[in-house]
Each structure stands twice: as structure tokens, then as C-alpha cells.
């Protein structure tokens, strides 16, 4: 079992190595993995073998994004168990069964403003009765002022007993005791010294939110304890892991600012908690959670849009300071998100670099970009089995390239399926329509195609000399 005494004293060793950083041509970064490689010994009380030493040392002269290091992170350091705290039950029943989703959000008592109560709300207000069958929601009271928690707790029970006697809901607390040292800390970043004990701490917070929540779930999801929800959140959360069947992540996320909307498999808890607990000081939570990401080989950002969470608080948790800011991509109505079924894409526009057809099939903030297509081109989306369409949108350019749209295009759907080449081809096409101001949107397309569909196919009607940038195109199946 982890005990907790033995991060504390693997801390101090950390602090007594800031002379050793200095002048080392290692980055920092990469002397802390070291180290956590020897912790991760250190715990299992087992020994090392030459090789293993001579391993380690080799570490050394290693960045942290190197490869070296990712296979040394997932393999040799997979704290799956629970850091050892005894948790403070303020509102409670037993949990019955793993839910689908676990909502952890950590709170403190702050200078101006309150937004918890709210926050909780929005999550059971946005969800439908079938949906809180499959959430629960944790509340780390983090602070250490026990009159500030008695009184949230006396609200949070008053405003949602139900809730609580249902099982869906769950205060906790852990006590100061279980805390590493808070005072005196490093001052990276010529950070304030409260501002780092500040930020410290809210690690440390999250780090017994997480390892609480490790069990409760299949999926958890962080939030803020100032954030306002989109409707059917969960609904379109779920319609995102479907998707990605099959893919590896570690990181999803539904909203693009701080530690907000940032969902997790929660087999990956454990060590998340633990890597939060070990780097606790060193720098803010969402720059140490892109760290842990890329420790487990997820190289780039997956991040969902419109996003699922917006950020309500108009004054910080640190010093009661404004904090105005919004994420400009969110939306009151959960986005329904397309079906998008298995198929492969085809195109014979020249593509730019790695701008690929499928990315503008793909449900991640990416895109397809080709240069000037000429009358005749196409780009065709071949779908593994034959499917009924209910609606199909399509848009191309961006906010930053507005004129690289399709500005003389139709779209077909196809069938009859033939071997062509080394592919397949439809032999016959019904067209829908022509895209306008480089869109094209159709409902109802079932009511419209007497035929199940096995191809689309974007048709380019006339010459352009501007670059292509097929944005996205969604497939809403009946």
C-alpha cells in the first residue's frame, strides 16, 4: 500500500535537488520522472538489477518527450493503487453499483462569489431521468475552514436531499493531516509565494478527488466548481466514446479552458492522482495534466466541439480576483453530435501535407485541406454497410481562411456498390443539391433517397483557384 509518509519524504529529496537542476543540461521535467521511476521501486520495496540501474542512468540524457521515456512512464510506473487516505463522508448514502460517469469537482471557500450550488445544479438540470441513472457526482469540500464546510454542506443537503438519498450525489472531505507541507515552497515561475501555495494545494486537492473517484465508474469527467452545463451532456459524451471505438486516448476534452471538461478512463485515476500528488508544486494543474497526457503516449489535443461546459465565475478562487473568461465555443443545447458510421474516404484533389480526407470525417477539431480542385473532382465517403440517412451536413473553410470553401460544388448520394481498382465504387448517383456559400445542409434525406446509401460524394461543378477546406462532414443516421 502507498503510505502517504513516503511521498513527503520523496518531496524533500525533490527540494534538496534544486541546486542539482540548476546546473544540470536535463530538462527538469525529465529529473522528476527519474525520480518517480525511483519511488515507484522504492514503494514495491523491491531490488534493481544492474541492468535496471544502468537503465535509469541512461534516462538521464533523455528529453521528456522522448520515447524512452513514455514507455518508461506506462510500463514501470503504474501506481494503481490508492493513496492512503481516510476520507471525511459529509453527504452521503453507499454507492449500489459502478455508474457509466463520475462528475468530481473540488470547491474551497472563496473571497467573493459562490457558484457551487449552481454548478450542481446545472449538472442535474441538463441531464434527463435516464441520465442520472448513470451519473454520479463527487463534491471535494476541500477547504480546511470546518465552519465554511458546515454551512455548504447544510445547503447542499437542503437543496438536494433527493438527489443525495438516490445515491447521485456525495460530499467528502480529506483531512488537512493527509497534506504534504504547504509553506515555504518553490517558487517556480517567480510566482507569489501564496499564489504557489495557492496552486499547490488545488494538486493536491485533486489528486484525493481523483484517487476517491478511482472505483466509482467507468468514465470521470473533472469540472470546476464555477461551470454551467450543456443539455444531455452525458448523452453526447457517450456518442463521443462510441466513436472513438477502438482508438487509444487518455485525454478527451469538452471545453478548451483550465481544468474544465477534461474526461478520463478511470482505470487512469490512480495514476493520475499519484502523478498530481508527486509534482504538486511544481506548476499548475492543467500544465501538469498535459504532461501526464503526453507521458502516456497521447501526442495531440482531442478536443470536441461546440464544448459541453462553460465557465460561470466571475471571480477567481485565488484572492477573489476577476475572471471574466468564457469559452467562446460552448452552447446551451447539447450539440448533436453525428452518427458518422464506419466507411473509408477517397478523394483525387491534391491533399497538403498531412491534411488527409478522413480528418474531415473525423468527430476531433480537425480538417481536410487540398489544394485548388479542379470541374470534375470529387471526394467520395464509401460507408461499410448500406445506411438510411435522417440528415447530412457539410461545411468547408474556416474562421481564418474564409474564402478556401467550395464556392461551385453538389453533393450525390450513391449505390450500387462495384469493385474498382483496388477499392469500390457506386455505380449510380442521386444528386441532393448544390452547396451554397460553400455549405450544404439537407434534413429528411431518408424521405427524399428511395434507396439504402453506400456512397457520398462531394462533386466539384467548376474550377477554383482558391485552396479546398472540407471543415467537417456529418452524417445523422435513422
Request: glycine share 4%.
Amino acid at each position: 500500500m502507498f503510505k502517504f509518509y513516503q511521498v513527503k519524504h520523496l518531496f524533500e529529496i525533490l527540494d534538496k535537488m534544486r541546486c542539482l537542476r540548476k546546473r544540470s543540461a536535463v530538462s527538469f521535467l525529465g529529473v522528476l520522472v527519474i525520480f518517480l521511476l525511483f519511488m515507484n521501486l522504492y514503494i514495491e520495496d523491491s531490488y534493481v538489477l544492474e541492468g535496471d540501474k544502468q537503465f535509469i542512468r541512461e534516462t538521464s540524457t533523455h528529453q521528456l518527450n522522448s520515447e524512452r521515456y513514455v514507455h518508461t512512464f506506462k510500463d514501470l510506473s503504474n501506481f494503481s493503487g490508492a493513496i492512503n487516505v481516510t476520507y471525511r463522508y459529509l453527504a452521503a448514502t453507499p454507492l449500489q453499483r459502478k455508474r457509466f460517469l463520475t462528475v468530481g469537482l473540488s470547491s474551497v471557500k472563496r473571497k467573493k462569489g459562490s457558484y457551487l450550488l449552481e454548478t450542481i445544479k446545472s449538472i442535474f438540470e441538463q441531464s434527463s431521468y435516464e441520465e442520472l441513472k448513470e451519473i454520479l457526482v463527487v463534491v471535494h469540500l476541500a477547504d480546511f475552514n470546518s465552519s465554511w464546510r458546515d454551512v455548504m454542506v447544510q445547503d447542499i443537503t437542503q437543496k438536494f436531499a433527493h438527489h443525495i438519498i438516490a445515491g447521485r450525489l456525495m460530499v467528502i472531505h480529506a483531512p488537512e493531516e493527509y497534506y504534504p507541507i504547504l509553506d515555504g515552497l518553490k517558487r517556480n515561475y517567480n510566482d507569489p509565494e501564496d499564489r504557489v501555495r495557492f496552486r499547490s494545494k488545488q494538486n493536491v486537492d485533486y489528486a484525493f478527488l481523483l484517487n476517491f473517484c478511482a472505483n466509482t465508474s467507468d468514465y470521470y469527467v473533472m469540472l470546476e466548481d464555477d461551470v454551467r452545463c450543456s443539455k444531455n451532456f452525458l448523452t453526447a459524451i457517450k456518442k463521443v466514446i462510441t466513436s472513438l471505438e477502438g482508438t487509444y486516448w487518455v485525454t478527451l476534452e469538452f471545453s478548451k479552458l483550465g481544468y474544465i471538461g477534461k474526461l478520463y478512463h478511470s482505470h487512469d485515476l490512480p495514476r493520475l492522482a499519484h502523478f498530481l500528488l508527486m509534482f504538486y508544486q511544481e506548476m499548475p494543474c492543467d500544465w501538469l495534466l498535459t504532461h501526464f497526457r503526453g507521458l502516456l503516449a497521447q501526442k495531440n489535443v482531442i478536443r470536441f466541439k461546440p464544448s459541453l461546459f462553460q465557465h460561470m465565475g466571475y471571480y477567481s478562487s485565488y484572492k477573489g480576483n476577476e475572471n471574466k473568461l468564457k469559452d467562446d465555443d460552448f452552447e446551451d443545447e447539447s450539440f448533436d453530435i453525428p452518427d458518422n458510421p464506419p466507411a473509408s474516404l477517397y478523394t483525387n484533389i491534391n491533399v497538403f501535407e498531412n491534411y488527409e480526407a478522413s480528418k474531415a470525417y473525423s468527430s476531433v477539431d480537425e480538417y481536410f485541406w487540398g489544394k485548388p480542385p479542379l470541374t470534375g473532382d470529387v471526394f467520395v465517403i464509401m460507408f461499410e454497410n448500406p445506411i438510411i440517412i435522417k440528415k447530412i451536413k457539410v461545411s468547408t473553410g474556416t474562421e481564418d481562411r474564409q474564402n478556401d470553401i467550395l464556392h461551385n460544388g453538389a453533393l450525390d448520394v450513391g449505390e450500387h456498390v462495384i469493385p474498382f481498382k483496388q477499392s469500390r465504387q457506386c455505380v449510380t448517383y442521386l444528386r441532393l443539391g448544390d452547396f451554397k456559400n460553400g455549405n450544404f445542409e439537407m434534413s429528411d434525406v431518408n424521405q427524399k433517397v428511395p434507396f439504402d446509401i453506400h456512397c457520398i460524394r462531394i462533386y466539384v461543378t467548376k474550377t477554383q483557384k482558391e485552396w479546398l477546406i472540407i471543415r467537417s462532414i456529418s452524417i445523422w443516421t435513422s
